[in-house]
């Protein structure tokens, strides 16, 4: 589904990722690891097509499609998901009216007619409760307000509308406490499918006890330096990062 | 003349007018007025930008154009005026009455061509409580006796004073004491001109006590006229004790539209003003001075302003909020959204006076420059000599946050409309405060229309 090759990127003079490769199967979870500025939440931004990231070399495509050359609300609407590690909070704009219209644009994107009012808040419900998303928050302005965990919780809410092929989880475990975590973890698990995959981005082996990985990378200094199955959660926990370089 | 004033040949013709206009008037009380006003005007002169209250509203383009000025108070509307006049308001009523759900459901109308009153396109309110007349037929109402002329500041105020001295039109509603009016009352205006004219409209909106009404004003030009039309109005309002009025003012005009607007407003206990000042593209020169008196204690005034410009259209909006007594509260909203080469201006002032102690004043001006080349002047000026009051005063000038529209195309939603959901939501705290559904979802949809290509 995603093929990441020999991917190069810098934010103005300073290279970030240097020399970075994934392939990424349709019902597999990816976690990747790594220190603190070892280009995790970069590799998510570029991924997502962030404007002050500049590619310099390597390719990106999802199934076959060079992303790259796409901008952010096109790479969405072909599937690609960035849960936000830091979800913006946009008072005014009301939470439903945002999905409604991100949905239908990528609905239409993919041939498909725009969902009535009434489908659309059948759908809501349904993915509301699959997540454990609280109906109060979803007639709220987007994000305003809401607790760090509630805005992790919107994320992932995000996610079970739209439906994309590719999901990026920014360090979505961070700041939340262990009910926090489990709801998400619950809800993510309950969004995994043969079709679709997730790459998880996190500092913390934690996550995974909770949403189990097929794969987990290390990231380190730009590059992919370790890849191992979810035993390697656990070694990284116990022994830290040190080893690796 | 000072610097301050400018020289214009309208300047000559205007004093040649004068003494036409106040020949007409029969009315000795007026008339008197008027001269006293044409000597004001006289000394002001039409002010330049080294004059402070102008200094970012340009007005030597307006006033070096002539103008044919409508010096004829009992002019009467010609059979052509009032069909262009139908076939226009239809349009308008295509435009923003449906959404008032449906014209004589919704809201009652008022309308005046070239500021003469027609009650063959009007649907006015059936209704004892409500007088509604030609200012000019007013003279001998108390109302008109009690309050006109008595409002408005002319001093340091040129275009007040040109109007008090030449006003030939205008509206005069007066609500009487305990009247509530069920619906909303739409004035539209309507100006035909096939030369360059100068209107001078004024109005007297008296609100008795415990009254409350909804006045929604819109004007309508003719887009393809290419004819200057200088409006240079003036309304006076008055609230007794424990009136409401709620007074939206939707300016969207065509290009050859250039305004001045004076609304000032006397209060009396327990009353509620709240202005609606929405100006949108069209109009290429627009400036509101709009003043409170908050005469006596325990008072509400609110004013309310959005203006999105486009194109090199002025908007200027100069308040000035006077708390005279205890208790007082006042809440100035004003929001902005700058486009292309265009140019806002807000100017706000509040006086809290040394036995207005208590007073609650607020002020608050938001903007977004949404071009390289857009521009505002946001001046917040407050003047306290009252020792026990709380006030405050805001002023932002930014641009959208990119990272709220990166989010926003994350989910999929394009560039044009992720900034246009950003402008709605800009623009919402304000749009919010419009009582009337229909009005605001009128106001929102709008607000996309003209952002489209932006």
Request: charged share 25%.
């Amino acid at each position: 589904m995603l093929s990441i090759k020999n991917l190069h990127a810098r934010v103005e003079d300073k290279e970030i990722l240097k020399g970075l490769n994934l392939e990424v199967k349709a019902g597999e979870v990816h976690a990747i690891m790594g220190p603190n500025g070892a280009g995790k939440s970069s590799l998510a931004s570029v991924l997502a097509g962030r404007e002050n990231y500049e590619v310099t070399e390597g390719s990106v495509t999802l199934d076959g499609k060079d992303i790259l050359e796409m901008a952010p609300e096109e790479r969405a609407r072909e599937g690609v998901f960035l849960a936000f590690q830091y979800p913006i909070e946009i008072p005014g704009v009301s939470n439903i009216n945002f999905l409604k219209t991100a949905l239908n644009e990528i609905r239409t994107h993919r041939g498909l007619d725009p969902m009535t009012a009434k489908e659309f808040l059948q759908k809501s419900k349904e993915k509301q409760a699959l997540v454990e998303f609280d109906a109060k928050l979803v007639n709220r302005s987007l994000n305003e307000g809401f607790s760090g965990g509630e805005k992790k919780r919107n994320e992932i809410f995000q996610l079970a509308m739209l439906e994309p092929k590719l999901a990026i989880l920014d360090e979505t475990d961070s700041g939340l406490d262990i009910d926090a975590l489990r709801i998400v973890s619950r809800g993510v698990n309950k969004l995994r499918s043969e079709n679709n995959a997730f790459i998880l981005i996190t500092h913390y082996q934690r996550l995974l006890d909770y949403i189990v990985p097929d794969y987990v990378h290390v990231l380190s200094d730009g590059k992919i330096v370790k890849t191992g199955g979810k035993e390697l959660a656990l070694e990284l926990e116990e022994k830290g990062y040190d080893w690796l370089k | 003349m000072t610097t301050k004033q400018l020289e214009s040949p309208l300047y000559e013709s205007l004093q040649a007018q004068f003494e036409i206009v106040s020949l007409q008037d029969q009315h000795e009380a007026t008339k008197a007025y008027r001269a006293q006003a044409m000597e004001t005007f006289r000394a002001l002169g039409f002010p330049s930008i080294k004059n402070e209250e102008w200094r970012f509203a340009n007005v030597l383009p307006l006033v070096k154009t002539t103008y044919e000025v409508s010096a004829d108070k009992n002019a009467q509307i010609s059979e052509d005026a009032l069909a262009q006049a139908k076939a226009l308001i239809a349009a308008h009523k295509e435009d923003i009455l449906p959404k008032l759900k449906g014209e004589e459901k919704g809201a009652y109308r008022l309308v005046t061509i070239n500021g003469v009153f027609s009650k063959e396109l009007s649907f006015l309110p059936d209704n004892a409580g409500i007088t509604i007349s030609t200012i000019g037929e007013a003279v001998d109402h108390p109302g008109y006796q009690e309050y006109f002329g008595k409002i408005v500041t002319l001093e340091n105020n040129a275009f007040a004073s040109l109007n008090s001295a030449m006003f030939t039109d205008g509206l005069f509603i007066e609500l009487k004491a305990n009247t509530v009016l069920d619906m909303p009352i739409h004035i539209i205006k309507v100006k035909l001109a096939s030369g360059n004219a100068l209107f001078q409209p004024r109005n007297l909106f008296i609100v008795r006590k415990n009254a409350q009404m909804d006045v929604i004003e819109t004007y309508i030009s003719d887009a393809d006229n290419e004819a200057a039309i200088l409006i240079n109005g003036v309304s006076e309002i008055a609230l007794e004790e424990n009136a409401h009025f709620f007074h939206y003012d939707i300016q969207k005009g065509c290009k050859n539209i250039r305004k001045i607007q004076r609304n000032e407003a006397v209060q009396q206990k327990h009353s509620n003003y709240s202005n609606y000042t929405f100006t949108f593209p069209g109009s290429s020169f627009t400036r509101n001075n709009l003043t409170i008196h908050l005469n006596d204690e325990a008072i509400e005034s609110h004013l309310y302003g959005l203006y999105l410009t486009a194109g090199e259209q002025l908007v200027d909006n100069h308040t000035e909020v006077h708390h005279k007594k205890p208790n007082g509260e006042s809440n100035q909203l004003y929001k902005g959204i700058i486009m292309d080469k265009s140019k806002a201006v807000f100017n706000g002032k509040i006086y809290v006076y040394e036995d207005a102690q208590k007073t609650n004043a607020f002020q608050q001006s938001n903007n977004v420059l949404f071009g390289e080349q857009a521009m505002v002047h946001a001046k917040p000026q407050l003047e306290i000599f009252a020792d026990d009051v709380k006030c405050s005063h805001g002023t932002t000038i930014g641009q959208l946050n990119k990272e709220a529209i990166f989010y926003l195309k994350s989910r999929g939603i394009g560039e044009e409309q992720a900034k246009q959901l950003m402008v709605k939501a800009f623009a919402f705290d304000v749009a919010e405060k419009i009582k009337i559904p229909a009005l605001r979802s009128y106001v929102e949809e709008m607000i996309t229309e003209e952002m489209k290509g932006h």
